[in-house]
């Protein structure tokens, strides 16, 4: 048992892994393929490279599920020398067997004229919309409240907005606070202010209609401010777009695992004062889900059988067989504590004769014992043909 015991130790440091790798993907922008048409690695950090136009600032990355399907991850290359080179690591595992789309986007340069028609198109567009929302001359129709008007007022913006990135990343495409607290204000506020009765030039009506032209007329100040504070920044705009779509991953094998492990388990007696067996055991797993996309538990857990290569040895010295065969067999879960260092537990079937007959088991009468163990763990390839 001891030499077991060091051999399973040793195995340990062995297996203990290196850190992460990343499987490289290259893209052909000429072929608009990956890796001239093989299915992509599956199931491990990915790094994109290939050569980009000179022109392209920033590239993207976007992978959605099958038919332009939901958004399930975007990455983002920034240009920082003058090389041409992409790579671009993309922190998201493919599925094994799976089809993919990508989107492939290309940023470049804007030009000083590209982006004041930009600008006067974000203004155009917020303004046309106030004046969509004037119910009577210059009043606003505040249906909803204030945080619906600026709601839909940024949903504009990020259309327009789409085909356009920062330089630098980190890009706040939106509406400041300014543009809500005024709102609000004009919700509030009462547009009879400054009206006097004994002005006969000016009627109640007309000094509301002052005031609602004034309050629109400092909205859409403060809404050309909050244009050009959006794009005071390094703006880049779409070059050029690639769709690869239904592209597949590699089929990835299914797998067993090979679990070696030293354990012990209950025989007799009470927790407090029991008689307790241990043997090494070797046996199979059988992953309950898969090993890279699975939630935590099911990713770490396994299904596992197998058998004790010794007897137990009972309280008085006795060997405690197996009720099939000598050696004890065992059923259990296996879950993963570290790399390679698993928890065992289940239970064991034993052949009643060899008990202590304290135990108040007949002869020849199945005895199930619980156990628990510590293994390491070897997964094995399963390649099945189709």
């Given at each position: 048992?001891k030499n077991f015991a060091l051999a399973l130790?040793?195995?340990?440091?062995?297996?203990?892994?290196?850190?992460?790798?990343?499987?490289?993907?290259?893209?052909?922008?000429?072929?608009?393929?990956?890796?001239?048409?093989?299915?992509?690695?599956?199931?491990?950090?990915?790094?994109?490279?290939?050569?980009?136009?000179?022109?392209?600032?920033?590239?993207?990355?976007?992978?959605?599920?099958?038919?332009?399907?939901?958004?399930?991850?975007?990455?983002?290359?920034?240009?920082?020398?003058?090389?041409?080179?992409?790579?671009?690591?993309?922190?998201?595992?493919?599925?094994?067997?799976?089809?993919?789309?990508?989107?492939?986007?290309?940023?470049?340069?804007?030009?000083?004229?590209?982006?004041?028609?930009?600008?006067?198109?974000?203004?155009?567009?917020?303004?046309?919309?106030?004046?969509?929302?004037?119910?009577?001359?210059?009043?606003?129709?505040?249906?909803?409240?204030?945080?619906?008007?600026?709601?839909?007022?940024?949903?504009?913006?990020a259309e327009l907005l789409t085909p356009y990135?920062?330089?630098?990343?980190?890009?706040?495409?939106?509406?400041?606070?300014?543009?809500?607290?005024?709102?609000?204000?004009?919700?509030?506020?009462?547009?009879?202010?400054?009206?006097?009765?004994?002005?006969?030039?000016?009627?109640?009506?007309?000094?509301?209609?002052?005031?609602?032209?004034?309050?629109?007329?400092?909205?859409?100040?403060?809404?050309?401010?909050?244009?050009?504070?959006?794009?005071?920044?390094?703006?880049?705009?779409?070059?050029?777009?690639?769709?690869?779509?239904?592209?597949?991953?590699?089929?990835?094998?299914?797998?067993?695992?090979?679990?070696?492990?030293?354990?012990?388990?209950?025989?007799?007696?009470?927790?407090?004062?029991?008689?307790?067996?241990?043997?090494?055991?070797?046996?199979?797993?059988?992953?309950?889900?898969?090993?890279?996309?699975?939630?935590?538990?099911?990713?770490?857990?396994?299904?596992?059988?197998?058998?004790?290569?010794?007897?137990?040895?009972?309280?008085?010295?006795?060997?405690?067989?197996?009720?099939?065969?000598?050696?004890?067999?065992?059923?259990?879960?296996?879950?993963?504590?570290?790399?390679?260092?698993?928890?065992?537990?289940?239970?064991?079937?034993?052949?009643?004769?060899?008990?202590?007959?304290?135990?108040?088991?007949?002869?020849?009468?199945?005895?199930?014992?619980?156990?628990?163990?510590?293994?390491?763990?070897?997964?094995?390839?399963?390649?099945?043909?189709?």
């Open positions: 048992m130790v040793a195995l340990l440091g062995v297996l203990y892994p290196l850190s992460a790798q990343y499987a490289t993907v290259n893209y052909d922008l000429s072929h608009n393929w990956f890796n001239q048409g093989q299915p992509l690695p599956a199931e491990t950090d990915l790094v994109f490279t290939g050569k980009m136009p000179a022109a392209a600032e920033v590239v993207t990355v976007t992978i959605h599920s099958a038919k332009r399907g939901d958004v399930l991850h975007t990455a983002t290359w920034h240009r920082v020398n003058a090389g041409d080179e992409l790579s671009l690591p993309v922190n998201y595992k493919l599925r094994s067997d799976y089809t993919y789309d990508f989107q492939i986007d290309f940023f470049g340069t804007v030009g000083k004229g590209k982006q004041n028609e930009l600008r006067q198109r974000m203004v155009n567009t917020l303004n046309a919309y106030l004046e969509a929302k004037q119910k009577d001359g210059a009043s606003i129709d505040f249906a909803g409240g204030a945080k619906k008007l600026t709601r839909e007022m940024n949903e504009l913006l990135q920062a330089r630098t990343g980190g890009w706040n495409r939106e509406l400041s606070d300014l543009v809500l607290l005024k709102f609000e204000r004009m919700e509030k506020a009462k547009m009879t202010v400054g009206y006097d009765k004994r002005d006969t030039t000016a009627t109640k009506d007309d000094v509301r209609k002052i005031n609602r032209i004034t309050q629109l007329a400092e909205m859409q100040e403060i809404l050309a401010a909050e244009v050009d504070r959006i794009l005071s920044v390094d703006l880049l705009g779409l070059q050029d777009a690639r769709l690869i779509d239904d592209y597949t991953t590699e089929r990835k094998p299914g797998s067993l695992a090979l679990n070696l492990g030293y354990g012990g388990a209950f025989l007799s007696g009470s927790l407090g004062d029991g008689t307790y067996g241990s043997a090494p055991y070797a046996g199979i797993g059988l992953p309950l889900g898969n090993r890279v996309l699975g939630t935590k538990f099911f990713r770490n857990a396994s299904l596992v059988a197998g058998v004790f290569l010794d007897e137990f040895e009972g309280g008085d010295g006795q060997e405690v067989k197996g009720f099939l065969i000598d050696k004890p067999l065992y059923v259990g879960l296996d879950y993963k504590l570290f790399q390679f260092v698993h928890l065992n537990a289940g239970a064991t079937t034993l052949d009643g004769r060899t008990l202590n007959v304290m135990d108040g088991v007949e002869a020849n009468q199945l005895a199930i014992r619980p156990f628990v163990g510590l293994s390491a763990r070897i997964n094995l390839a399963l390649g099945l043909g189709k």
